[in-house]
């Protein structure tokens, strides 16, 4: 069975600081990977996604994932964290052939001044 | 353009009270998925539509969800009986293809809360 596993439930980094959020699924076939991003009372935007093709993926807003097969990992990262980056992060991935999404627990990033 | 729209945005119902939650797609898309997301946690797949056609609804909890997508377009999702497990974001997804690559794009949710 596919699944999707984020370490840490929650983050916080300092203004400036290196983000990284980590994801790691599980998949019998070759995934579709998704991150998507939920601020408060909003629902979920994409900030980027893998399908197949480069497996560096540069997304919305300075973030960026690389898919590493080896590891079954698709982390999130960016250089510098703002204080408007601080939402709820979801990494997912597709199940079958209609598209719907598996989720991970989420991972709420909070950015320090 | 337009986003998806649900509505309504919040809603309260006594417990063993009928409730119905629409869904307004981006116009033209083809798929349409309802999620739910209880407090804290990502969302949970419930049902996906290929245009009317319900083609997958294992995610429904259970005989008292019940979702229709009559003419392709506008999706409602209706929970009979409701009870306090029912309380989550019911949030709905479409997506302009039927290919498991596409982007799904969120509308901002219902909020249920069932007393």
């Known amino acids: 069975a596919q699944s999707v596993t984020q370490l840490g439930s929650h983050v916080s980094v300092s203004e400036g600081a290196l983000v990284l959020l980590r994801c790691n699924y599980s998949s019998s076939v070759p995934p579709y990977l998704f991150w998507y991003v939920q601020y408060p009372n909003q629902g979920l935007q994409l900030l980027l996604k893998?399908?197949?093709?480069?497996?560096l993926v540069k997304g919305i807003n300075g973030f960026e994932a690389e898919f590493k097969k080896s590891e079954t990992s698709f982390h999130l990262t960016k250089p510098s964290a703002h204080m408007s980056d601080a939402a709820e992060y979801f990494c997912a991935v597709t199940l079958g052939k209609g598209g719907k999404l598996l989720f991970g627990q989420g991972t709420e990033l909070s950015v320090k001044p | 353009g337009a986003g998806v729209s649900q509505s309504p945005r919040y809603k309260v119902a006594k417990r063993g009270q009928d409730v119905a939650l629409r869904c307004d797609p981006i116009?033209?898309?083809?798929?349409l998925f309802w999620y739910q997301q209880a407090l804290g946690q990502g969302p949970e797949f419930l049902t996906y539509?290929?245009?009317?056609?319900?083609?997958?609804k294992s995610g429904l909890p259970s005989d008292r969800f019940f979702a229709e997508r009559p003419e392709g377009s506008v999706s409602t999702l209706k929970i009979q009986r409701t009870q306090q497990e029912d309380s989550a974001v019911y949030l709905c997804a479409s997506s302009s293809r039927d290919n498991p690559g596409d982007t799904q794009y969120f509308g901002p949710g219902t909020r249920l809360t069932v007393l």
């Open positions: 116009s033209g898309h083809v798929s």
């Open positions: 893998y399908t197949s093709a480069a497996t």
């Open positions: 539509f290929q245009n009317e056609a319900q083609l997958d």
